[in-house]
C-alpha cells in the first residue's frame, strides 16, 4: 500500500519561502507522477503542480507559476515543492497525490482523478 507523507508545513511571513516535501513508501514498481493540491479553508481543493515520473514535464497552476517549483529526487522517493514569494492567498492545507503516469495523465492532470494516493495534508499558513 502506498504512503506519501508530506512535511511539515509552517508560519511563514509574505514574501518569503518555503519548501514541501513529499516521501512515497510501499509502492510497487511502475512510472508515477506525483501533483500538489492545496484546500483553503471554505474553498475546493486545487490543483498546485505536478511532476511526471521522468521529471522532465512539469505543470504548474497559473496561481503559482513562475514562483513555485516542483522537483523530484528518486533516489530518496521524494518530491519537492519549493515555495517562494508566498502570498496570504497561498495559505492552504498541502496534499501530495501520486499516480501511475498514464496518457489520460497528461491531459487530466489538474483533476484530483487521476491520482490515487493521497498524503494527509500539511498546514501551511502566510501572515502578513
Known amino acids: 500500500q502506498v504512503q506519501l507523507l508530506e512535511s511539515e508545513g509552517g508560519l511563514v511571513q509574505t514574501g518569503n519561502s518555503l519548501r514541501l516535501s513529499c516521501s512515497a513508501s510501499g509502492r510497487p514498481y511502475g512510472r508515477y507522477a506525483t501533483a500538489w493540491f492545496r484546500q483553503a479553508p471554505g474553498k475546493e481543493r486545487e490543483f498546485v503542480s505536478a511532476v511526471t515520473w521522468s521529471g522532465l514535464r512539469k505543470f504548474y497552476a497559473d496561481s503559482v507559476k513562475g514562483r513555485f517549483a516542483i522537483s523530484r529526487d528518486d533516489d530518496k522517493n521524494t518530491v519537492y515543492l519549493q515555495m517562494n514569494s508566498l502570498k496570504s492567498e497561498d495559505a492552504a492545507v498541502y496534499y501530495c497525490?501520486?499516480?501511475?503516469?498514464?496518457?489520460?495523465?497528461?491531459?487530466?492532470?489538474?483533476?484530483?482523478?487521476?491520482?490515487?494516493?493521497w498524503g494527509q495534508g500539511t498546514q501551511v499558513t502566510v501572515s502578513s
Open positions: 497525490a501520486e499516480g501511475l503516469e498514464t496518457p489520460g495523465l497528461y491531459v487530466y492532470y489538474r483533476r484530483e482523478d487521476p491520482y490515487d494516493a
